[in-house]
């Protein structure tokens, strides 16, 4: 039964390009959410997705973007990336009919800004 | 809006003896919560969740936490540290009103031989 997976699983990018990074939910589940973690700092909630629609969103900004497929994987995409932006990005996927809980967690792609 | 305080950033202990993570929440509802851990390099393992039922939550790895919502808190638990153990533990608090989960800052912990 293979869990959550994420690729790739580092990235190196410049200022001012764009990103997108991939997650397969764990087999049997249909909701995606994306985090990211900051060095030394806990996992900051972006979005979720479930429905192929964005349900609920924190604290980030339009550059931050995703979409989710018909077959549940889905994708984050940043655009214009700030230094700022370096961080491990996790996402965690859960099952709708129970109740969205507990969340796995992939192992994460990490990106670095040059 | 909820929030999470894990009130030590570090925590150092012997293997073999006790470990004692604490973690406060402050939330407008029942509260689900959750300890995570996060080993190297590696994405975030669910080490229990409390979600309403018993108080006292057992956990993989032989960890436990208590919920006492009088306090506000839900400290991990573990009676004997192992070398595995040294990692970072996060506690976790989600929303009510949704499925968004609040992360505290963390407790990395070291386990001296």
């Known amino acids: 039964d293979a869990g959550v997976t994420q690729s790739p699983t580092h990235l190196i990018k410049t200022r001012g390009q764009q990103v997108t990074l991939r997650c397969s939910p764990k087999?049997?589940?249909?909701?995606v959410s994306w985090y990211q973690q900051a060095l030394g700092q806990g996992p900051q909630f972006i979005f979720q997705?479930?429905?192929?629609?964005?349900?609920q969103r924190g604290n980030f900004p339009d550059r931050f973007s995703g979409h989710q497929f018909p077959n549940y994987s889905s994708e984050l995409n940043v655009n214009a990336l700030l230094l700022g932006d370096s961080a491990l990005y996790l996402c965690?996927?859960?099952?709708?009919?129970?109740?969205?809980?507990?969340?796995?967690f992939g192992d994460g792609t990490r990106l670095s800004i040059l | 809006a909820q929030s999470v305080t894990q009130l030590d950033s570090h925590v150092s202990v012997s293997e073999g003896t006790p470990v004692l993570l604490r973690c406060n929440y402050s939330?407008?509802?029942?509260?689900?919560l959750f300890w995570y851990v996060q080993h190297p390099n590696k994405g975030l393992q669910l080490l229990l969740k409390?979600?309403?039922?018993?108080?006292l939550v057992k956990g993989i790895n032989g960890f436990e936490a208590e919920f006492k919502k009088s306090e506000t808190s839900f400290h991990l638990t573990k009676p004997s540290a192992h070398m595995s153990d040294a990692a970072e533990y996060f506690c976790?608090?989600?929303?009510?009103?949704?499925?968004?989960?609040?992360f505290g800052g963390g407790t990395r912990v070291l386990v001296k031989p």
């Open positions: 997705y479930y429905e192929e629609e964005e349900r």
């Open positions: 409390y979600t309403s039922a018993a108080t």
């Open positions: 976790v608090v989600r929303e009510a009103a949704g499925n968004k989960l609040t």
């Open positions: 087999s049997g589940h249909d909701t």
């Open positions: 965690a996927s859960s099952s709708r009919d129970r109740g969205f809980q507990p969340q796995h």
């Open positions: 939330s407008s509802y029942s509260p689900s």
